[in-house]
Every structure is written in structure tokens, then in C-alpha cells.
């Protein structure tokens, strides 16, 4: 993989980001609460009287009922704490008057100040005295509070009884510290659970699990595993067999997403078409001849002293017809020989049991190595008796019996048999087994299966070993060799899952060898 790939170029940058905002957040929890800084809450602001708009029930006894303007009564807990790292001295408020701080009660106005301090902090009872500016204006809403001394983490409250308002109305704490700064907090009231983490711990933690869990889903998604060895890049041409052709696109798809750099392109024109194509590099550059590889159902009687061969795959082919002709026990190899040879034109005259429908061979090409497989193995080396009569099987145009054509591909082999009635064409099992309306047909009993055929187990006559043709051995470091090295090592899955039997394997190696 390279260095300045994407997925590092992304898990170094997260790691920064990562290690970034842990040192802001360290940053900040020591050095931006050092800052003085005198914090408020309100922590009570309930009512106590009769006539509050908001209607929150209350109940009321003694002076609460029986002194005047209590009607509109509410009483207020404020909570004025240090919060920050250092202490608070006298002459840290910057306010001019007298008092250090104001508290705005807005909309009501004060009856009542009561001063409470936690225990441990009897100083701080001395400040709160007329002399130092403690005091309200009487119908007013403005406390005047002292400057009192705060150590670290000290507070103090003031239990306010108002009127004339209601519940929730703004409270404001107005003044300055130099070098601070006074600040409202959350409210809590006693009832409150504080909370476990600070909110910069919060967010260091969450900025910390981000970054982690991106790198833990890059190395899970990314694909550290190193490429095969002898990955070669270039561009390599293979042609050949089209019964063949979608179990090298497979392979080649897979050797590309692999071995990046490599680009292959599959052409599949036919079996000697291919091998042909090749051979008839003679006295091109050797980089040319080696930038192609052609495969062939069974063994080119075309190829020359100048093209090497290399078993790949044993491959099971299948005889089929449409499925409108019913066979259920199949043909023997005497019969199909019979129908290719012309002896049989009607089907009936087979069977009477059959429909008296025309027989219809559906057949390859002279360059199709499908064809030549089906002669030597089924037909025992005679070339098909029938001539060639339609271009399309058009039973309509062709007043023949049997009429016998002639097509490029196995798909379209397969295609046509599916169309017509009667119709009977061979092709390589796994594309008969995907194609619709046609049926396989059992020969001499046995039925097309390539595991069958792997564990020895069945008498089936009709298959051929796959080769891969190259001009002369590849030389070393090209791509043409690199790939077939990789079919060798890492194509055993595949080439099953398109229902061959890899050559690369001891039992598929004893058939390849066996049926050469």
C-alpha cells in the first residue's frame, strides 16, 4: 500500500486531530480556570403567596398569611460560589462603589435578606455589614453585596423574601474581577445531582472516542493484506473459448482488484479463432507475443511448434434441448450419433413415443473447440453428417429435415435451443445450467456434474480439458505469466464455483492429465 495512500492520508490526520484536542482540553482545564472568576445559580425561586401568576400551588401559615404583601410573595436562594482556581481578595472587585457585586431581582422588589455560609467559613459572616455596603433600598430590587474574600471553591448564599412579582422573572449578578470574570452556572438545586465529568472533560472524552472509533473502523474496512506475489502490471489480451469466457472474466476481475496496475481485457472469439489470433504473432516483438493468452476447449490442432499449452481446467459439457421435448431417460451415445449423422430426422422416428417434430441441430462453428470436444468425445472423431442448412434455424424458411445451423458463441447456442421446438445443441454445463427453457440431457444414463466427475463416481462422456495457449513460455516478469500463475494458486474456488474442475488440484491434475 502506498505511504500517501487515502486511508493513511485519513487515520494520520484523525491520530492529529485526536492528539490536538487532548492538548486544547488540557490546555484549557489548566489554564482557563486559573482565571478568577465568580460564578452565581439560582437555586430556589418559589412562591409564597396567593396571588403569583403562575399559578404553582403553595400553602401558607402564620406570618406568611398574616403579614401585608405577602399576597405576591417569593423567595429566592442565590448561590454565589468561587469556582475558579485562585482566590478572590478584597481589592480584586473593580466595581467604585462601596459593594463588589449588585443582584437585580427584576420586576419585584426585596422585603427580606437573610446570609447563610457553609461550615468551616465563619470569615466570611464579618463582611456582610452596612459598613461594607451590604443592604438593599426599601421597595427596591437591587442587593448591594460586599466585597467578601473567596478562597478557592468558598461560597455563600443569600435567602431573598420578594414581592410584587412572580416566579422566573430575570436575576441578574452584575459587577467585575480583574482578571475574571463573573459568570451565571447551570442551576441546581439541592435536589440536583452534580455531574460526574466537568464539560471539558465531557468533550475531551467524546473528541477522544470520535477519533478512535475512525481509526478502529479504518483498519477494519481498509485491506492490509499484501498483494500475491508476482503481481505484475501492463495490459494483457486473452481470447479464445466462449464457453470458457465468463470463469476468465472472473478471474480476471479478481487479478486486477489484487494487483493493481494490471489491466486485462477478455475477447472471446472462439477457440481456434483465438489460439489462431495468436499464432499468427510470429515475427512480432516478443513483448507483443507475450501481452496475449488464448484459451481452447481441448487441444488446438491448429497451434504449432511456436504456442506452448498449459491444462487449466477440466471442463463437463452438456447436450440440451428445448424443454417442450420431454426425455427422460436421456440419449444414448448410439442415438445422438444416429441424429448427427442424418439418420434420424423426425423424433418420433427415434421413439415413437416422441412428437413428430422436425430435428433441429443447433451447432457451433468450425473454430469452436465446444464443437470439437463434442466430435471426439460423444461423436467419437466424425465430423456432424449434416450439412450445414440455415444461417438462423429458421423452420419456417427451411423445409429440410433435419435442419442443421451454424452459430459464433455457446450463448447464442443455448439461446436458439431455448426458441425452438425440437431443437437440440450442446454447450459448457455451467452456462446450460443458467440458461432458461432447455433441459439437460443424460448420455448413456449418467448426468453432467463436475463434482461427480472430481470424485470419480460417474461414467459421463462428455468433457475436455481447458488449456491456456501463450506463444513460447512467458517470460519472466510478464503479466501473461503472472496470471496464469495466479489461476494456478488462487483460482481453485472460482474455477469450481463456474462448476469446472481446476487442474491445480491432485485429483483435477490425474483427469487434466488422464484426458489430455
Not at 409564597?48 to 400553602?59: L, M
Not at 435567602?159 to 463573573?182: A, H, N, P, T
Request: proline share 6%; net charge negative; hydrophobic share 35%.
Amino acid at each position: 500500500m502506498e505511504l500517501l495512500s487515502a486511508e493513511n492520508v485519513v487515520a494520520v490526520a484523525t491520530a492529529v486531530a485526536g492528539i490536538a484536542a487532548s492538548a486544547v482540553m488540557v490546555w484549557y482545564e489548566r489554564r482557563v480556570p486559573r482565571r478568577k472568576r465568580i460564578g452565581y445559580r439560582v437555586q430556589m425561586d418559589n412562591p409564597i403567596g396567593d396571588d403569583v401568576a403562575s399559578g404553582r400551588a403553595n400553602v401558607r401559615m402564620g406570618l406568611f398569611d398574616e403579614a401585608p404583601g405577602m399576597h405576591q410573595a417569593t423567595l429566592v436562594l442565590l448561590r454565589i460560589e468561587n469556582d475558579g482556581s485562585q482566590g478572590i481578595g478584597h481589592d480584586d472587585y473593580t466595581s467604585r462603589e462601596l459593594h463588589g457585586l449588585t443582584a437585580v431581582f427584576t420586576d419585584r422588589s426585596i422585603r427580606g435578606v437573610s446570609v447563610t455560609q457553609p461550615p468551616g467559613t465563619d470569615h466570611l459572616m464579618s463582611h456582610f455589614t452596612p459598613h461594607a455596603g451590604f443592604g438593599y433600598d426599601g421597595g427596591g430590587n437591587t442587593l448591594r453585596i460586599p466585597r467578601v474574600p473567596l478562597n478557592r471553591g468558598e461560597h455563600f448564599k443569600l435567602l431573598v423574601l420578594l414581592s410584587g412579582g412572580d416566579v422566573g422573572c430575570d436575576i441578574r449578578l452584575i459587577g467585575g474581577i480583574r482578571d475574571g470574570e463573573v459568570h451565571p452556572n447551570r442551576s441546581a438545586t439541592p435536589d440536583d445531582k452534580p455531574p460526574l465529568f466537568s464539560r471539558a472533560a465531557r468533550l475531551i472524552t467524546i473528541m477522544l472516542t470520535v477519533s478512535v472509533l475512525t481509526l478502529s473502523t479504518i483498519v477494519v474496512l481498509r485491506d492490509d493484506s499484501p498483494p500475491p506475489l508476482g503481481c505484475e502490471q501492463g495490459t494483457l489480451t486473452v481470447t479464445g473459448s466462449t464457453a470458457f469466457a465468463p470463469v476468465v472474466r472472473d478471474l480476471a476481475k479478481e487479478y486486477e482488484k489484487d494487483c493493481e496496475g494490471a489491466d486485462i481485457t477478455v475477447e472471446a472469439r472462439g477457440s481456434s479463432a483465438g489460439v489462431g489470433e495468436l499464432a499468427g504473432l510470429d515475427g512480432e516483438s516478443r513483448s507483443r507475443q507475450a501481452s496475449m493468452i488464448a484459451f481452447h476447449d481441448g487441444p488446438s490442432k491448429r497451434a504449432g511448434t511456436s504456442l506452448t499449452r498449459l491444462p487449466i481446467a477440466l471442463s463437463v459439457f452438456a447436450l440440451v434441448v428445448n424443454d417442450s421435448l420431454k426425455l427422460p431417460q436421456g440419449l444414448s451415445l448410439a442415438d445422438v450419433r444416429r441424429i448427427y449423422a442424418g439418420d434420424v430426422k423426425y423424433w418420433d422416428e427415434l421413439n415413437p413415443d416422441l412428437p413428430h417434430w422436425r430435428v433441429v441441430l443447433v451447432s457451433r462453428d468450425a473454430d469452436s473447440g465446444t464443437r470439437q470436444v463434442f466430435q471426439d468425445r460423444v461423436l467419437d472423431g466424425t465430423w456432424e453428417g449434416v450439412p450445414s442448412t440455415s444461417l438462423d434455424c429458421d423452420i419456417r424458411t427451411d423445409r429440410s429435415a433435419p435442419v442443421r445451423c451454424e452459430l459464433d458463441s455457446t450463448q447464442e447456442v443455448l439461446k436458439k435451443v431455448a426458441e425452438i421446438r425440437g431443437a437440440i445443441g450442446y454447450s459448457e454445463l455451467n452456462n446450460a445450467t443458467a440458461q432458461q427453457n432447455i433441459t439437460r440431457v443424460p448420455l448413456d444414463g449418467a448426468t453432467a456434474s463436475a463434482a461427480a466427475m472430481e470424485r470419480g463416481s460417474d461414467p459421463y462422456p462428455y468433457f475436455g480439458v481447458e488449456y491456456a495457449y501463450t506463444y513460447g513460455d512467458p517470460p519472466g516478469g510478464s503479466l501473461a505469466g503472472s496470471f496464469l500463475d495466479y489461476i494456478r494458486n488462487n483460482g481453485e474456488t472460482l474455477i469450481r464455483n463456474h462448476d469446472h474442475v481446476p487442474c491445480s488440484t491432485p485429483e483435477g491434475a490425474r483427469l487434466c492429465r488422464e484426458s489430455a
